[in-house]
């Protein structure tokens, strides 16, 4: 059975946010010193928030058919905390831009809820996004 487009692309997000909590659980056991607290603070929060994300995309693959298929990207960390900030907030940006072309997929099938949840999910990235800059200075 070839899966859907929509299917696709929920699962090729779904392996981005697990790659992404367990690059920031990873990030935030790696970071030392004082004054970097408040980016380890940043990274752990978030953990929880792309866990959210990760389990709402399984449970929509399940919902339309599909199986979730995991395929997480273990590379190595960056070796200092800019260079974490830096590639993350490329990576959210990714993420916001995914989203919102999913929300069109999802109004195009004709799916509103999930539609409605892209969207807040691709807000939840752009929050996280912002927060990062901030902290990068
Ligand atoms: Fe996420
Ligand atoms: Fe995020």
Redesign the pocket.
Known sequence: MTKSPLITKLNDQLNREVS?FLRYMRQAAAIKGASNENVRSMYLA?VT??VG?AQYLANQIAHLGGTPELAPDLSPIPATVDAMLTADIAA?GA?VANYIELAHMAESAGHFALKQTMEDQAA??DH??QEMARLRG
Do not use: L, V
């Open positions: 992404t978030e928030d792309e994300h959210e993420d939840d990235e996280h996004r």
